[in-house]
C-alpha cells in the first residue's frame, strides 16, 4: 500500500478530485467558466467553507448580494452560509480551484502537525 495518489493533468469545465485523489477530509475541484458564462445556479453549504485560487483570467464572485471582482492569482474564502455565484467576465474565461473543507475542523497545521 502506498501513501500517496498522483494523477495527470486535469483537464474539462469542472473536475471533482475527490474520488480521483481518495481525498478524506476536503473536496478540490478544478473549474473553468468560459467567457460570458456563469456558475448556473446560487448556493451556500450547511458545514464546508469553500477557498478558492483564480488560476487565470478574471470574473467575479457574488456573495451574499456583494460583488468581488476576481482576476490572476486572487484568493477568496467564503463560510458556508454565504451565498456564492461565481461569473466569467463577458472577454475572459475564468479559471479557479475551489478547495472544500468542514468550517472548524483545522486542528493543528503547517509545523504543529508535523512528524519529524
Request: charged content about 20%; some cysteine; overall charge neutral.
Amino acid at each position: 500500500m502506498t501513501n500517496y495518489t498522483k494523477i495527470g493533468k486535469v483537464e474539462g469545465a469542472r473536475t471533482e478530485l475527490h474520488d480521483k485523489l481518495a481525498l478524506t477530509g476536503a473536496e478540490i475541484s478544478v473549474n473553468t467558466l468560459p467567457a460570458g458564462s456563469s456558475v448556473p445556479f446560487v448556493h451556500a453549504h450547511k458545514e464546508n467553507e469553500e477557498i478558492y485560487f483564480v488560476l487565470s483570467g478574471k470574473g467575479k464572485a457574488v456573495v451574499d448580494g456583494d460583488e468581488i471582482a476576481l482576476t490572476k492569482g486572487d484568493w477568496l474564502r467564503i463560510a458556508p452560509a454565504g451565498r456564492r455565484q461565481f461569473f466569467a467576465s463577458a472577454d475572459s474565461a475564468l479559471s479557479y480551484i475551489c478547495i472544500q473543507v468542514k468550517a472548524g475542523s483545522l486542528g493543528a497545521y503547517t509545523a504543529g502537525d508535523a512528524l519529524l
